[in-house]
């Protein structure tokens, strides 16, 4: 299997900490599953676990809050690259025997 660890770093780099509407440290907290202000707390939880449960009205509350359709983008985006990498991290770890 082909290390492809440069490529997953640049895209981390690029979502989390690229040019975006939403701050650095709000995606990087959506992606590791950190603190995020209480408005976000029900959706980004929703996005990392059950993402094809999230309705029009929980994003329409989003924009309502003061939130742009980029950031609630980014944001999106953020939550589910973390998701996907942590589950990425497990299956490796457990293809290495749990180490």
């Known amino acids: 299997m082909k290390d492809h660890g440069d490529l997953i770093r640049n895209l981390e780099v690029a979502v989390l900490d690229g040019p975006g509407t939403a701050e650095a440290k709000l995606r990087r907290a959506a992606a590791s599953g950190g603190e995020v202000p209480a408005v976000l707390r029900t959706y980004v939880q929703?996005?990392?676990h059950t993402a094809w449960q999230v309705t029009d009205e929980e994003v329409q509350a989003l924009r309502t809050a003061g939130y742009t359709e980029d950031q609630i983008?980014?944001?999106t985006v953020a939550t589910a690259l973390g998701a996907a990498l942590h589950r990425l991290r497990l299956?490796?770890?457990a293809l290495r025997g749990g180490k």
């Open 91 to 93: 299956g490796q770890r």
């Open 73 to 75: 983008f980014e944001i």
């Open 46 to 48: 929703k996005v990392r």
